[in-house]
Each structure stands twice: as structure tokens, then as C-alpha cells.
């Protein structure tokens, strides 16, 4: 939100002052921005599926360990 309100201001602050008729660079905010919210997006997601192998790999030991004789537990 905050970045389409600098790239709008950016915009009608070029416009208004006569700078141009119509400004791009306001509108160039996005792409960075764009490409650093498809980073995220990708590093959560990265996470979540690292989050999730770890305690699928915890409770698969828990069930094998569940499942060994009490004798080869000691």
C-alpha cells in the first residue's frame, strides 16, 4: 500500500509540476518491489516446507522408536 501511494505521489508531483505529461518512474517503484515480494513469498514457502519435513521426520522417529521392544530401547 505504502508503495503505491509513493509511485501515485510521485506521479501527480511530476504531472502537476509540469516536469511531464505523464511519468513512468512513479510507476517503476513496482519492480522492485514486485520482485522482492516474489523472494519472500518464495523464502516463506521454502521455510514451510522445511518447518513441516522436520516434524515429519521427528514423528516418524518417535513412531519408530514407539514401536521397538522395550528391550531395545535400554
Known sequence: M????????????LVWSGV????LW???FWV???????????AKRL???RV???IQARHDAMDQAD???ESKRL
Open 67 to 69: 514401536s521397538q521392544p
Open 20 to 23: 511531464q505529461d505523464f511519468s
Open 32 to 42: 522492485p518491489v514486485l520482485v522482492a515480494e516474489a523472494k519472500l513469498r518464495q
Open 2 to 13: 505504502l508503495t503505491f501511494v509513493a509511485s501515485f505521489g510521485l506521479n501527480k508531483a
Open 26 to 28: 512513479g510507476w517503476l
Open 47 to 49: 521455510g514451510q516446507e
Open 52 to 54: 513441516i519435513a522436520r
